[in-house]
């Protein structure tokens, strides 16, 4: 079993910036990969980025590429996502999320943290 915990989501303006985090306990694996997807009202779940615990490329969804940065820090058990240069339309629950596969899609992952709220203003 593994668990999720996400944090650091909050208001801001519209070009700001936000890094949420995603601790992560339990039963995983050096090979697992990690990913952020995320949720607006009224719309599907969408992949915004993945890495694996042992490799240093992000994959990111087009939408978010060049403003969003996954990373991961080992030692923490702890993945991140640094979110520049933020839009209206990024205003979404972020959920963080494991699976044993390198996937954009949400049934790739079996195990889901609670989501963190981002509420990008004008």
């Known amino acids: 079993q593994v668990q999720l915990v996400e944090s650091g989501g909050g208001l801001v303006q519209a070009g700001g910036s936000l890094r949420l985090s995603c601790a992560a306990s339990?039963?995983?694996?050096?090979?697992?990969?990690m990913g952020w997807f995320r949720q607006a009202p009224g719309k599907e779940r969408e992949f915004v980025a993945a890495?694996?615990?042992?490799?240093?490329?992000?994959y990111y969804a087009d939408s978010v590429k060049g403003r969003f940065t996954i990373s991961r820090d080992n030692a923490k058990n702890t993945v991140y996502l640094q979110m520049n240069s933020l839009k209206l339309e990024d205003t979404a629950v972020y959920y963080c999320?494991?699976?044993?596969?390198?996937?954009?899609?949400?049934?790739?992952?079996?195990?889901w943290g609670q989501g963190t709220q981002v509420n990008v203003s004008s």
């Open positions: 999320a494991t699976g044993q596969s390198m996937s954009r899609y949400a049934v790739s992952y079996a195990y």
């Open positions: 890495i694996r615990w042992s490799g240093d490329t992000g």
């Open positions: 339990g039963r995983f694996f050096v090979n697992y990969v």
